[in-house]
Nanobody
Framework: QVQLVESGGGLVQPGESLRLSCVASSLTLSNYAMSWYRQAPGKERELVASIARVESSTNYADFVKGRFTISRDNAKNTVFLQMNSLKPEDTAVYYC?????????WGQGTQVTVSS
């Protein structure tokens, strides 16, 4: 019933930018804390960034601070991840997550590849 659909991934060169989007269906985004995770081949899934509900406070992993920005548009039920100054080590599948007290939902992921 609940769907989170990511988009915006692709192949870029180092130093370029991408903007990921995650559109939620069958849930009200304002009721959830939203996060972006990523998983590279052979590695564990790791938290990239998160944004709280009404207060919209944000947290970032150290490896993306100063380069990535998470934001939300509750009216459009959408969360974004602006990724600047991309590095090869940013290559991964990026997942959108919605969480509140009892439940967590996940999107299907979108591939980001940073390569020369």
């Amino acid at each position: 019933q609940v769907q989170l659909v990511e988009s915006g991934g692709g192949l870029v060169q180092p130093g370029e930018s991408l903007r990921l989007s995650c559109v939620a269906s069958s849930l009200t985004l304002s009721n959830y804390a939203m996060s972006w995770y990523r998983q590279a081949p052979g590695k564990e899934r790791e938290l990239v960034a998160s944004i709280a509900r009404v207060e919209s406070s944000t947290n970032y992993a150290d490896f993306v601070k100063g380069r990535f920005t998470i934001s939300r548009d509750n009216a459009k039920n959408t969360v974004f991840l602006q990724m600047n100054s991309l590095k090869p080590e940013d290559t991964a599948v990026y997942y959108c997550s919605a969480r509140r007290v009892w439940v967590t939902y996940w999107g299907q992921g979108t591939q980001v590849t940073v390569s020369s």
